[in-house]
């Protein structure tokens, strides 16, 4: 039976370009340079294609599995695995979209305190991000799906601004092209799985999205969404690359950051100051759609309130997000994270679409039996 969610609940169609494109351009721009040249050098840049074909292949498989199922992540569990099990695993999702929100939350808190209020608390910075992301989170997924596609035009103004770094750019830095191994390649596309953890929100609202009557034309603005996620991660990395040499690049811990100080404007000396403020508006959308997703979990498995279940949530990313409050503690965190998000993105979603091709193939195989 196909989950039927409320006509005045739906977005329309165009709408999942900026759902999926908020969650995937997160916290991540402003610090995946190091870790992935550290692996690959400069031909990291291929590890960013490498990742987004991979993350394309990924996405269509969970087209596929939503358009079978007629429904969303706790359908598609309870469908392959049962009540019991398939409950269990769409209860530990909940958990793990409740992990990335304090991974997004806290990495934020900090670039704020480093580069702009050293002097506000954790709690004051988690707090009022926190009521912020409550009262789009309240006004359900349309009201985030409003807050994703202002994020994307906000961002717009500092993807341009990586246009000043140019000026001094060094294009011999893209040379030698091609001199790691693939290994290496692969190594540096598995540091970006931070990036792109996000995605499996696709499995939550996707059954919220109108289907017109021609046809169904919701998929292909998933691919497009995925697809200008990498032209960014790749246009930005590249701005990276010319502009400092390795040993550089090696010293700074958020070099998207260290890119926006090189603008120059009449009226404003410290340009990355705007870059943060508006930061805010691009890391939204992360925290308030994994928890939207994590209270939508726990909301079809119990039957309980989603609002009470998002102010339970919230309260516990805090509190739970303040002992992570430093730099060393929050870089543990994230690695592990980082290799959650892996896990997930690259073996079980997979396994996940070949099951269900299995599973299938059984169900035929039972009917002709009869």
Request: net charge positive; charged share 10%.
């Given at each position: 039976m196909a989950l039927e969610i409320q006509e005045n609940r739906q977005v329309s169609p165009y709408v999942l370009f900026f759902i999926i494109y908020g969650i995937q351009t997160g916290i991540g721009v402003i610090n995946y340079q190091r870790p992935i040249t550290n692996s690959a050098g400069y031909d990291?840049?291929?590890?960013?294609?490498?990742?987004?074909?991979?993350?394309?292949?990924?996405?269509?498989?969970?087209?596929?599995?939503?358009?079978?199922?007629?429904?969303?992540?706790?359908?598609?569990?309870?469908?392959?695995?049962?009540?019991?099990?398939?409950?269990?695993?769409?209860?530990?999702?909940?958990?793990?979209?409740?992990?990335?929100?304090?991974?997004?939350?806290?990495?934020?808190?900090?670039?704020?305190?480093?580069?702009?209020?050293?002097?506000?608390?954790?709690?004051?910075?988690?707090?009022?991000?926190?009521?912020?992301?409550?009262?789009?989170?309240?006004?359900?997924l349309r009201s985030i799906a409003g807050i994703a596609f202002l994020s994307s035009i906000y961002s717009i103004p500092l993807i341009l601004a990586l246009i000043a770094p140019l000026n001094y750019a060094h294009f011999d830095n893209l040379l030698p092209l091609v001199n790691h191994s693939v290994p290496a390649l692969i190594n540096a596309g598995k540091q970006m799985s931070l990036n792109y953890e996000g995605i499996s929100i696709l499995l939550l609202v996707y059954p919220f999205i109108k289907k017109t009557e021609s046809r169904d034309n919701r998929k292909q603005w998933v691919f497009y969404a995925t697809s200008m996620t990498t032209v960014v991660y790749l246009v930005v990395y590249l701005v990276t690359i010319v502009y400092f040499n390795p040993q550089e690049l090696d010293q700074y811990l958020w070099p998207t950051m260290s890119l926006w100080k090189i603008v120059d404007l009449p009226f404003m000396e410290r340009f990355e100051y705007i870059g943060i403020t508006i930061w805010i508006f691009v890391i939204l959308p992360n925290i308030c759609l994994t928890l939207w997703g994590a209270s939508r979990i726990i909301k079809r498995l119990f039957s309980l309130n989603q609002r009470i279940i998002v102010g339970c949530l919230i309260i516990f990313i805090v509190l739970f997000g303040y002992l992570l409050s430093n730099q060393v503690e929050l870089d543990i965190w994230n690695k592990y994270q980082s290799l959650l998000g892996l896990g997930v993105m690259l073996m079980y979603l997979p396994f996940l679409y070949f099951?269900?091709?299995?599973?299938?193939?059984?169900?035929?195989?039972?009917?002709?039996?009869?």
């Amino acid at each position: 039976m196909a989950l039927e969610i409320q006509e005045n609940r739906q977005v329309s169609p165009y709408v999942l370009f900026f759902i999926i494109y908020g969650i995937q351009t997160g916290i991540g721009v402003i610090n995946y340079q190091r870790p992935i040249t550290n692996s690959a050098g400069y031909d990291a840049w291929l590890s960013i294609l490498i990742m987004g074909f991979i993350i394309f292949v990924v996405m269509w498989m969970l087209t596929k599995l939503l358009e079978e199922h007629q429904g969303d992540l706790i359908t598609i569990h309870h469908h392959l695995f049962g009540k019991w099990i398939g409950g269990f695993l769409s209860f530990l999702f909940s958990l793990y979209f409740l992990t990335m929100s304090i991974t997004v939350l806290n990495t934020y808190v900090l670039l704020v305190q480093v580069w702009m209020f050293p002097q506000m608390s954790y709690w004051e910075i988690a707090t009022l991000l926190s009521i912020v992301a409550y009262a789009y989170i309240s006004g359900g997924l349309r009201s985030i799906a409003g807050i994703a596609f202002l994020s994307s035009i906000y961002s717009i103004p500092l993807i341009l601004a990586l246009i000043a770094p140019l000026n001094y750019a060094h294009f011999d830095n893209l040379l030698p092209l091609v001199n790691h191994s693939v290994p290496a390649l692969i190594n540096a596309g598995k540091q970006m799985s931070l990036n792109y953890e996000g995605i499996s929100i696709l499995l939550l609202v996707y059954p919220f999205i109108k289907k017109t009557e021609s046809r169904d034309n919701r998929k292909q603005w998933v691919f497009y969404a995925t697809s200008m996620t990498t032209v960014v991660y790749l246009v930005v990395y590249l701005v990276t690359i010319v502009y400092f040499n390795p040993q550089e690049l090696d010293q700074y811990l958020w070099p998207t950051m260290s890119l926006w100080k090189i603008v120059d404007l009449p009226f404003m000396e410290r340009f990355e100051y705007i870059g943060i403020t508006i930061w805010i508006f691009v890391i939204l959308p992360n925290i308030c759609l994994t928890l939207w997703g994590a209270s939508r979990i726990i909301k079809r498995l119990f039957s309980l309130n989603q609002r009470i279940i998002v102010g339970c949530l919230i309260i516990f990313i805090v509190l739970f997000g303040y002992l992570l409050s430093n730099q060393v503690e929050l870089d543990i965190w994230n690695k592990y994270q980082s290799l959650l998000g892996l896990g997930v993105m690259l073996m079980y979603l997979p396994f996940l679409y070949f099951y269900n091709l299995v599973h299938r193939k059984m169900r035929k195989s039972h009917a002709k039996q009869r």
